[in-house]
């Protein structure tokens, strides 16, 4: 559980938009996040480093890509094991300060694909942007969570969050109890989720099979995977 000893948390982040998609990349970012998906994914990685992955609308953007275009979540999980791992260490340091942990996590650049974005190409249409959108994988992988998330969400982003105080949120300067351990553990969850993937087919839970996004949620915060969950997620109930 969250301790939120001190009060200068960020504020709240803003209910979702009424009418407005969980989902709105524009055809000159799914080319970017495409370009991304099928470059060289040690070249993505490195330039992802300074600002500690995408942003919460590119990441959900490049699962979705990924789901679309390869029916996996393999490079998104890979990329997010490399940020938790490094997130969890730093956390868990001997002797490292609540200030040098938010020094640490805190980004030194835009996320690559927002820097690379050039305004002028945002307009128009595209069949990879609206099927990046439409997200129907997304959805098929999110069905299964639809109850369960509040669990590993956010107390400070999410009504009701039993999860990890998120990174946006420990900036902001709430402290998390055993953040260390607590992002271990969340990478173990991610882990066994890539294992999955692979020869070995670790098996997995219901909460192994979430890990992925909760990983970008604890990244970005969850204003963004809120949305996508509650987005659909309360037709699917009534
Ligand atoms: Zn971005
Ligand atoms: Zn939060």
């Given at each position: 559980m969250a301790t939120a000893t001190d009060t200068r948390v960020l504020p709240q982040p803003a209910q979702p938009?009424?009418?407005?998609?969980a989902l709105d990349i524009a055809p000159a970012e799914a080319e970017l996040l495409r370009a991304g998906l099928a470059g060289d994914w040690i070249e993505l990685l490195i330039a992802l480093w300074p600002s500690w992955a995408f942003c919460p609308r590119h990441a959900l953007g490049f699962a979705s890509l990924e789901l679309e275009l390869q029916d996996r979540l393999f490079s998104t999980s890979i990329y997010y094991q490399h940020f938790v791992e490094a997130a969890a260490e730093i956390a868990a340091a001997?002797?490292?300060?609540w200030r040098g942990i938010r020094y640490c996590l805190t980004?030194?650049?835009?996320?690559v694909i927002c820097e690379r974005l050039d305004a002028g190409k945002a307009a128009g249409l595209s069949v990879l942007a609206e099927q990046v959108n439409r997200r129907r994988r997304l959805d098929e992988r999110l069905e299964e969570a639809r109850t369960s998330w509040r669990e590993r969400a956010c107390p400070l982003c999410v009504q009701d969050g039993e999860g990890i105080v998120c990174r946006p949120h420990v900036l902001g300067g709430t402290k998390q109890d055993e953040l260390g351990p607590q992002l271990a553990a969340l990478q173990q969850r991610l882990r066994r989720f890539i294992g999955s993937m692979c020869a070995q087919k670790t098996e997995t839970d219901p909460l192994d099979r979430f890990s992925w996004l909760e990983t970008i949620a604890w990244f970005g915060g969850w204003e963004h995977p809120q949305r996508l969950l509650l987005e659909r997620g309360d037709a699917d109930e009534h």
């Open positions: 938009a009424a009418g407005g998609a001997r002797f490292r300060t980004p030194r650049a835009g996320c």
